[in-house]
């Protein structure tokens, strides 16, 4: 019985944050540190990189 609860505890926090998951990455990446370091990670990956160098400069 004790097992069930943990499982329905789960289910209903990775329902509650999906359903919340843009206000919950607005919250975080209003941080400007936080904000630099995710946008620097994500040029390191060469596909993201060179689809937004294309975007930037049509």
Not at 13 to 40: D, E, M, P, Q, S
Request: glycine share 8%.
């Amino acid at each position: 019985m004790n097992g069930w609860i943990k499982w329905l505890a789960m289910l209903l926090l990775l329902t509650g944050l999906y359903r919340n998951r843009y206000r919950i990455f607005n919250a975080v990446l209003g941080y400007g540190l936080i904000r630099k370091w995710a946008v620097t990670a994500a040029m390191r990956i060469p596909g993201i990189r060179s689809r937004f160098i294309q975007s930037a400069f049509q």
